[in-house]
């Protein structure tokens, strides 16, 4: 939300220390306010607020168990309304950090060494998975990324993405000239990610 800026009046607080150590005894010191004008205005902020959609997608798991349900949700309630000035970079391990049951993080059906398993957290590459792709339909420049050791459903082969805490990450770089904004949200076994900039395009791919 953009707050309109306000204009005041103040002074130079160093040269008012100055005079008051320069100061006699119970003498009198006027002090003339100076016009202030705001740094940055609503305006300036405006024209630089991340209001276009640089990519949007939805990847949909037909398959999911409340479990999985769950660790998405966490997990996006982390990325969701990250904001990454220019030149920043996205950790998604940073943000979600490692999933726990202290946490509320749930087992759910995953793979292992090639293996299915019960795993802590597994739903969450679901997300990592939905986030790459808008990052890449978005050219931002990516650091870090992970395929699955199996070819999952719920997105194209090749365009997936794996994260492990401590191990394998998904990293990408503002690497446009203004902020960025990304949106991160859960609706039944659905993830649907959307990242803001300024720029026209638009790609909504379901």
Not at 190 to 198: A, D, F, K, Q, R
Request: charged fraction near 25%.
């Amino acid at each position: 939300n953009v707050v309109t800026e306000v204009y005041g009046y103040g002074f130079d607080v160093d040269a008012l220390q100055k005079r008051l150590d320069k100061a006699a005894y119970g003498e009198t010191i006027q002090l003339t306010l100076n016009y202030l004008e705001p740094e940055i205005t609503s305006r300036d902020l405006e024209d630089s607020l991340p209001v276009d959609i640089l990519a949007q997608f939805t990847c949909t798991n037909s398959n999911v168990t409340k479990g999985w349900s769950t660790n998405m949700i966490l997990a996006c309630e982390k990325i969701n309304n990250t904001i990454l000035n220019k030149g920043e970079t996205f950790s998604f391990n940073d943000l979600v950090g490692r999933p726990t049951a202290v946490k509320g993080f749930q087992k759910a059906p995953g793979f292992r060494g090639g293996a299915e398993a019960d795993i802590l957290g597994a739903g969450i590459e679901q997300v990592a998975s939905a986030l790459y792709y808008c990052a890449l339909i978005s050219d931002l420049e990516i650091l870090e990324r992970h395929s699955n050791g199996y070819a999952p459903d719920y997105i194209e082969k090749g365009l997936d993405a794996y994260v492990s805490y401590n191990s394998q990450d998904l990293k990408f770089v503002n690497n446009t000239d203004d902020p960025i904004r990304i949106e991160a949200s859960v609706k039944g076994g659905s993830v649907t990610v959307t990242i803001y900039g300024i720029d026209s395009r638009m790609f909504d791919i379901e």
